[in-house]
């Protein structure tokens, strides 16, 4: 079964506007917390990632919360741009664990 | 230099025949993987191999047989391919053991006809 809930399945933003993808977890031995990125054609990378011992971190206009308690984090996209239209994967891991178990994906559209 | 590369990008093949797909990375990692998406982008693990081992084995059927000769290489053989197979595939490699980012390849576009 999916150990890591995505929604929603797909959102179009105007440019310049807030994306925000959300994630929610039922295993609590999960520590890592990353979000891909996937264009067309192309294999997913890594955007950015959390641990649990913060509730938030930023690079550039990307965003993650967590809310430990809940078992939910999300991604924000702010001033979005056509650049930024992919398709995007939450993930989640423990540190003893190799694999990761993804998300279903948000295909993010950035209108002009 | 590509980091992770896999080949070929496209494998168009009938049923009940047998193809590979190979992957190399030349980031020194450790840990290799397999990745099925499927064509609605769900991405799952199929296999992980650590230094040359077989550590994860995600209940893929018995003709799919991953081979790793080197910590560099990864291959991926798939024995009387059945329409279901269709995919694509995706090869990734992560060092600095569990929980470390994984480097994904361009994936392989399996079509079975």
């Known amino acids: 079964q999916q150990q890591v809930k995505q929604s929603p399945q797909s959102l179009i933003v105007q440019k310049g506007g807030i994306s925000i993808i959300n994630c929610a977890y039922e295993?609590?031995?999960?520590?890592?917390f990353p979000w891909y990125q996937q264009f067309p054609g192309k294999g997913p990378a890594l955007l950015i990632a959390i641990r649990p011992d913060v509730s938030e971190k930023k690079e550039g206009r990307f965003t993650i919360s967590f809310n430990k308690s809940a078992k939910q984090f999300s991604l924000h996209i702010m001033d979005s741009q056509p650049g930024d239209s992919a398709t995007y994967f939450c993930a989640a891991t423990y540190s003893n664990d190799y694999k990761l178990s993804f998300g279903a994906g948000t295909t993010v559209t950035v209108r002009a | 230099d590509t980091a992770v590369s896999q080949t070929p990008k496209y494998l168009v093949t009938q049923m009940g025949n047998d193809k590979s797909i190979k992957c190399e990375q030349n980031?020194?990692?450790?840990?290799m993987y397999w990745y099925k998406q499927d064509s609605k982008k769900f991405l799952k693990i199929m296999f992980s191999y650590n230094n040359k081992e077989l550590i994860i084995n995600e209940t893929v059927p018995n003709r799919f047989s991953p081979k790793s000769p080197d910590k560099a290489h990864l291959n991926l053989h798939i024995n009387s391919l059945e329409l279901g197979d269709s995919a694509v595939y995706f090869c990734?490699?992560?060092?600095?053991?569990?929980?470390?980012?994984?480097?994904f390849g361009q994936g392989t576009r399996l079509t079975v006809v």
């Open positions: 295993n609590t031995a999960f520590d890592y």
């Open positions: 990734a490699s992560s060092g600095q053991g569990p929980g470390a980012e994984a480097f």
């Open positions: 980031l020194g990692h450790d840990t």
